[in-house]
C-alpha cells in the first residue's frame, strides 16, 4: 500500500477521523457532510446544501458556498492555503462520489457480476446480450467484449435459436431470433413450436411444419438475410427471390388444412415445394443485408484480414471512444463508412 498523502498538511489530523477508512480520499458523499459540518461550522442542512451544490456544477452557486465554507474554516482556525488545498478536493469529488448506503449493494452487484463473467461467461454474456435489447451501439460493444474473451458468437438459426441470445456451451453465444427487425414474439414463438417434431431440414420443411403465424413474408425475408436459414444449406439470395411464392403456397395449403380439405396423396406430397435458385449476393451486399437485419455483422466482417493494419494505425476503438466519456480529445479510429449525410 502506499503512503497517505493528506490533503494539508494542517488537516491531517483533522481530517483522519474522516477520512481514515477511505485512505485520505473523499470517497462518500456523507464525508463532504462531515467536512463541512466538523472543519467550517455547518449545520446538517446547510452542509447538505453543499452537497447538492457540488452535484450541480453551477459556478454562481459554488463561489457563494466557498465563501461560507471559508469562512467557516477561518472561523476554526485554519489557514487560507489549507481551505483552498480541501476546496479543491471537494468540488471535483461530485463526479464520482456517491451516497455510502449504496457501496453495499453495489459492492454485492460488482462481486457477483464479475464472478459470473469469470465463471460461466458465455450465461453472463448472453444474459448481458439480452438485455440490452433494441440498443445497437451497446450490443455491439458487448459483442466486441465477447470476442476479445473467446466467446464466439453465432448466427441467428432457425433450428437453434431461441427469442433471446443463448449460451451453446462454454465458449459461444447464439443470437435470438428476436433480435432480427421485423421478427417478432409470435413469429419466433411459432418457430419453435414447429421444431417440437424435429429440426428442420429444409426451406419447403420449414414453411410445411412451422404454424401459420410463422408463414410472415416480411418477418422470413428478415431471417433470410439474417442468415437465420443458413443451415439448411440455402443460398440467401436465391430464398429471397423465392420466399413470397413459398409463403403464399404454404398458407393456401394450411387454410385448405384447416378447413378440413385433404389430398388424397397428402402422405406422399409435401406442403409446398419451390425451387431454390442457386444464386447467393457477393460479400458486401449479403453482409450489408445481415447488418441491416441486425444492426451489426457477425457471420464475418467486411475488414476481416486487416486487424493487423488497423490495429497499428489506430489510436483507440470505436468501442472505446463510445464508452470513455472524454470531451474534446482527438482520436484516430479505423471502421467502415457505410453511409454519408450531407447537411
Known sequence: RQAITPIHPELREVLELILGSTFGMVVYQ????????????YTLASADLLRRAMGK???????????????????????????????????????????KSHTAGYGLLSYWTAYLKANYTADYMAALLTSV??????????LAECRRMGVRVLSPDVNESTLHFSAV???????????????????????????HHGLYVSFSDFLGRVPQAGCNKRAIESLVKA????????????????????????????????????SLFEDDEPVCTVDI?????????????????????????PLNGAEATLTRHRTATIAEVLTAGQEDAQVTICGLITSVVRT
Request: one cysteine or more; charged letters at 25%.
Open 277 to 301: 435458385p442457386d444464386l447467393e449476393w457477393d460479400l458486401k451486399t449479403r453482409l450489408g443485408f445481415e447488418r441491416d437485419m441486425l444492426g451489426l455483422y457477425v457471420s464475418e466482417h
Open 169 to 195: 456451451d462454454d465458449a459461444a453465444i447464439r443470437f435470438g431470433l428476436g433480435a432480427i427487425r421485423n421478427v417478432g414474439e409470435s413469429v419466433v414463438a411459432a418457430i419453435i413450436e414447429g421444431r
Open 133 to 142: 435489447g433494441d440498443d445497437k451501439d451497446r450490443c455491439a460493444l458487448y
Open 227 to 262: 442468415g437465420a436459414f443458413d443451415s439448411l444449406k440455402h443460398p440467401r439470395r436465391g430464398l429471397v427471390a423465392v420466399h413470397a411464392q413459398a409463403v403464399d403456397m404454404a398458407v393456401d395449403a394450411k387454410k385448405k388444412a384447416s378447413n378440413g380439405w385433404a
Open 57 to 99: 456544477k453551477k459556478k454562481a452557486e459554488l463561489d457563494r458556498q466557498f465563501e461560507s465554507f471559508a469562512a467557516g474554516m477561518a472561523a476554526s482556525g485554519f489557514g487560507r492555503e489549507a481551505m483552498q488545498s480541501l476546496w479543491d478536493v471537494l468540488v471535483p469529488f461530485s463526479s464520482y462520489g456517491f451516497n
Open 30 to 41: 456523507e464525508q463532504v457532510m462531515a467536512i463541512a459540518q466538523q472543519l467550517a461550522g
